[in-house]
Nanobody, 126 residues
């Protein structure tokens, strides 16, 4: 059974930091790009960050460049999203996704994903 289990969400003040984790199982982690989407109430789903298989490339939404960093631990089959200098507009449910191979344009085309996690809530207070 494929599983993507997010953790690390919570409440943080503006300017603060959080680290999200996505623990993957049930598929060949090394062969998949892993990324993050987010969705705020009343807004469309937004691609946030992605890291390709074998760490060939990373991709970030313009709104988070310079503030968020995505990384992966192949021993733990886990991907991390380190979020810094957070803003109230970062408030959303964050979803972990997986897509075979490279990130490509997955951040712009969520239909290209193969698997989704259940999401974790992140709230940034002003």
């Amino acid at each position: 059974e494929v599983q993507l289990v997010e953790s690390g969400g919570g409440l943080v003040q503006a300017g603060g930091s959080l680290r999200l984790s996505c623990a993957a199982s049930g598929f060949s982690f090394d062969d998949y790009a892993i990324g993050w989407f987010r969705q705020a109430p009343g807004k469309e789903r937004e691609g946030v960050a992605c890291i390709s298989s074998s760490d060939i490339s990373t991709d970030y939404a313009d709104s988070v460049k310079g503030r968020f960093t995505i990384s992966r631990d192949y021993d733990k089959n886990t991907v991390y999203l380190q979020m810094s200098s957070m803003k109230p507009e970062d408030t959303a449910v964050y979803y972990c996704i997986a897509r075979w191979g490279l990130c490509g344009t997955v951040l712009m085309q969520p239909a290209m994903t193969d698997y989704w996690g259940q999401g974790t809530q992140v709230t940034v207070s002003s």
